[in-house]
């Protein structure tokens, strides 16, 4: 019988080890930014072409290579950061796996130009597919110059799963933000399709986050700065009015390393308590100086994912240091440092000031002022009508009183500000109200789409808004579908729109700003279901606008409602999976009472 293990060959090997570094563009451009970081640079430039799908290129003017190192730098478990097992736990450096080139080979057509500075010619050497084509003396400036084309050319079924541009771009840009906001001190710019979209100069980190991100972010963010003999904290944190409902712009990097961590922004999250609304994210850029040895870097093939020794000791320095920083400038309470817990019994003076947007946040413990809140909002877009609450008419009338039999059970009834009763012949009806009207968004925008007939208002004051440059290129991708909606936008040029109009239905309070930025997220996680532009703009712009729970509807609101959601073709459940109504049946609750 022969043998059925073999040894595979380096070919396959090496496709195998790319499917661990290299998921997408975006990863060959981490990894190519942190050898240019390791080696010294000063000055980045990053050139691509169709979101890297056709062209990655980094230059850089750091320290170069030799012949002998430029070509053992394909080689796979090659690397200068690693001499022995020990190495694994006091890493600094960026790259250290030894795999990153070698993948990348693997699975592109790369052309490498590198030339020390202490000598008079360099080194070219060209590989496809593992297999190198070409090595001779060139003549360059000192540093390295590196392109990657034709990503996954030899594994098509890699390269079919690939997103649209505009989401292989988002990735690209993440990438980019991540190594050039840990390294402010560095030159970077980024070209795309010919155009320059980033041209970030050495800077401070304040800086770098200016320009990375807007001018308009230097006056919603404040220092951290907490050095201890165990570990450092230092960065910048939002102030909580300029904390958004949509994720982004949360960053952590610890030794200049960015990194994923879920218990660290909790740690930062909860820093924010009674200062942010839960479904809000604050916006921060933390960075973590600590003794290599404290930490394991090495879990994971994207070096993102890190285990401290002690846990639970850098959470709580993280957060009393935030929770620090909020109090130093007057953001929060005046903070006893040395008892954080102080903090759970103090409520931000600010909290009851309007946030930006419209949104209004309550005092600790002021049940009294969220219903005043959203009395006041919806005086505003339905009148003076207060809802009915079962509550308040239960405590009125009793069960027994014919009145109330006859009348008032017929009538629509909120509980909770979430949920509405509604009787039917057989029993009763409970509605998930921002299930429903979620549903009945997304077949109202749908419908509208596919019939090019948008419901559009006019805005009185045309109104501009700023997205960054991810957001920026989804919505060219889109806008004429965009418009669809009921919106009336143009583009204005440098990431900006003007917006003349909005879509029929939206209160007038709504922050279009922040709507579009989250019907932007919306779509791009609907991109893994593969469905159509349209379809999913409509998922997107139902989930993003519809009522939330813990809003009070009138009686007229709810009639509405439940009229609207039983005219759908879909009334069940809404285009997320989520059941709009349950119903409860006169024999059931016979026998709950019975049982």
Known sequence: ?????????????????????????????????????????????????DSGKTLIQVIDDGLGMNDTDARMCFERHATSKIKSANDLF???????????????AAIAHVELQTQQRDLEVGTKI??????????????????????????????????????????????????????ALSHPEVFFSLHHNGNEVYHLPASNLRQRVVNTFGKNLNEKIVPVNEQ??????????????????????????????????HYLNHAIRSAYEEMVPKEYYPLYFIKIDID????????????????????????????????????????APTLDFENANNFERMASSQAAQNRQGGVRIPKQNSSENWDQIYQALQAESTGSKEAIIIESEASKIGFDDPSF???????????????????????????????????????????????KEPLSQKQLFPKTIELNVAQKAIIDEILPQFNCLGFEIEDFGNNSLIVHGIPVGLAPSTDIQELIE??????????????????NLARAMARSSSKKKKQRLTEEEMSVLIDELFACDISTTSPSGQKCYVSFELDELKQRFLS
């Open 126 to 179: 060209i590989i496809k597919g593992s297999t190198v084509e070409k090595q001779e003396p060139v003549s360059i400036s000192y540093g390295t110059n590196i392109s990657v084309k034709n990503l996954f050319y030899n594994i098509p079924a890699r390269r079919k799963f690939l997103k649209s541009d505009p989401v292989e771009f988002k990735h690209l840009l993440e990438e980019f933000h991540r190594v």
């Open 1 to 49: 019988m022969s043998n059925i293990i073999q040894l595979l060959p380096d070919s396959i090997a090496n496709q195998i080890a790319a499917g661990e570094v290299v998921q997408r563009p975006a990863s060959v451009l981490k990894e190519l930014l942190e050898n240019s970081i390791d080696a010294e640079s000063t000055r980045i430039k990053v050139i691509v072409k």
């Open 518 to 535: 989250q019907i932007i997220v919306r779509y791009e996680e609907h991109h893994e279901l593969e469905i159509g532009i349209e379809e």
């Open 292 to 331: 290599p040895m404290q930490i394991d870097i090495n879990v994971h093939p994207t070096k993102t994912e890190i285990k401290f020794e002690d846990e639970r000791l850098i959470y709580n320095y993280v957060r009393v240091a935030i929770k620090h920083s909020l109090g130093k400038y007057t953001l």
């Open 228 to 261: 201890m003999e165990l570990i450092n904290i230092f960065g910048f944190i939002g102030k909580p009015e300029a904390a958004k409902k949509t994720k982004g712009d949360q960053y952590i990097f610890v030794n200049n390393r960015y990194i994923k961590s």
């Open 405 to 451: 039999q006859s009348a008032a059970i017929k009538k629509p009834y909120q509980i909770h500000e979430s949920y509405i009763v509604n009787q039917i012949k057989s029993g009763f009806i409970l509605i998930d109200q921002g299930a429903a009207h979620e549903r009945i968004l997304y077949e109202r925008y749908y419908k509208a789409m596919l019939n």
């Open 90 to 104: 006091k890493i600094k450096t960026m790259g250290f796996r030894g795999e990153a080139m070698a993948s990348i």
